[in-house]
């Protein structure tokens, strides 16, 4: 079901209303893309709010809108925003799946395709215009899916301006942090980075995409990053048959689970994972670990460990090449068991041919599942590694 959810989403973005006339051929370079709101390639799911494009002079298109005329001070003095307007306040009502909505890749979305020469992970910084409370929540994704990590972008700080943020509303912080919305491009080549509406009247003036942990854009920033030069054909050529995923599965890719030093994995075949047995209490404490020769050719790769969410414990995850720990990371709670969740390497990662790649994770409580006289362990289940090739290695 999930997976036809996920197609059926893919397979609108590029439906609907589509404005493919003013979209430029993005490119990212250093580890840096930047992007004019208004020039989207495509818009879908906009029956009941859409992204309207704002010029100087322009007023409202016969739908309501609640702010003045902020292009003047925009970037190309344009902008995007979500409309018509109708909860600007606490006090006007909310009602979910129209004028809100906290699930991702429902309402106006909006579609950008850039080419990618570095793969990794990118800070997503998106410079907005916000009045008031209700105004300030934007979803990001990449090709048809929308990560935890691009969920909730919220803007907070520098009311009545255009500011730049980076940061995801939790729970316990409703305002976040920067540098937590986050976007993983899987490997060089072509991708779709879309946005979709939380909340409407949100307006859009820009986004980057950043490596830079210590970037900080200011004012209008750089530039966009497109090119005229070559077609999205001819960049995407670049890659063809150049950047094809090594998937390493956990029950059948690594041989080794049981490792002198650590609990022994047992194969959980019916999910097709490598699990510890929690319901041994010695085997509560510590870590599992599996390995695995590397048999592909020599290259500097991303890393992404997939995991699985279990809602009686929030397990840890760890990759070594070599014994030199390259991923550390831990499960989110969840609501919903078995869930799968991406873990991805900070860096790029460069591994050889015959390196050992060991991974290790291990068994928790979150004390909130009762299990006989004490509390369920979540059993540090993980499906998979996945291996993609950002360059060649350097001898």
């Known amino acids: 079901m999930l997976m036809r959810e996920i197609r059926t989403l893919f397979a609108s973005l ?29 818009q879908a799911q906009a029956s009941i709010r859409q992204w309207y494009t704002i010029r100087p002079g322009d007023s409202a298109p016969n739908v309501q809108d609640r702010d003045r005329n902020h292009a003047a001070t925009a970037s190309g003095q344009a902008y995007l925003e979500i ?12 009602i979910g799946g129209l004028n809100f909505t906290n699930e991702p890749g429902k309402i106006a979305i909006l579609s950008y395709n850039a080419y990618f020469n570095t ?6 910084w998106v410079r907005a215009f916000s009045t008031g409370a209700e105004d300030n929540g934007l979803h990001v994704g990449i090709n048809g899916t929308w990560p935890e990590s691009g969920q909730r972008i919220q803007l907070c700080q520098g009311k009545h301006k255009w500011t730049w943020s980076s940061a995801q509303r939790v729970p316990e912080n409703h305002c976040g942090s920067p540098r937590t919305i986050r976007i993983h491009v899987p490997n060089a080549g072509m991708h779709t980075i879309s946005f979709s509406m939380r909340e409407d009247g949100f307006e859009f003036d820009k986004f980057l995409m950043v490596r830079d942990e210590s970037y900080q854009p200011e004012g209008l920033d750089l530039p966009a990053s497109f090119t005229l030069s070559e077609s999205y054909s001819d960049l995407n050529a670049r890659s063809t048959n150049s950047f094809e995923p090594i998937v390493l599965t956990a ?31 010695e085997y509560r404490s510590g870590y599992a670990a599996a390995e695995h020769r590397f048999q592909g050719d020599d290259g500097t790769y991303a890393l992404t460990l997939y995991s699985m969410k279990e809602t009686d414990g929030e397990s840890e995850y760890m990759v070594s090449i070599n014994g030199i720990e390259v991923l550390s990371s831990k499960n989110s709670p969840t609501q919903i068991d078995y869930s799968i969740r991406e873990h991805h390497a900070s860096k790029d990662v460069e591994i050889k041919n015959g390196d050992v790649i060991q991974v290790r994770s291990n068994a928790h409580t979150n004390g909130l599942i009762p299990e006989g006289d004490a509390t369920a362990f979540a059993r540090g289940r993980w499906t998979e590694l996945m291996l993609i090739r950002s360059q060649v290695a350097h001898h």
Do not use: M, W
Request: charged share 25%; glycine share 6%.
């Open 83 to 94: 409309l018509p307007d109708t909860r600007a306040t606490h006090s006007d009502k909310l």
């Open 14 to 42: 590029f439906v609907a209303i589509a404005c493919v006339s003013s979209a430029k051929n993005y490119q990212e370079a250093d580890g840096l893309l930047s992007v004019e709101a208004e020039d989207y390639a495509s």
């Open 251 to 281: 029950i059948s890719d690594f041989e080794s689970i049981e490792i002198d030093g650590y609990i022994p994995y047992y194969r959980d075949n019916g999910r097709q994972a490598l699990a510890i047995n929690a319901a041994k209490s």
């Open 119 to 124: 793969p990794g992970e990118y800070i997503v």
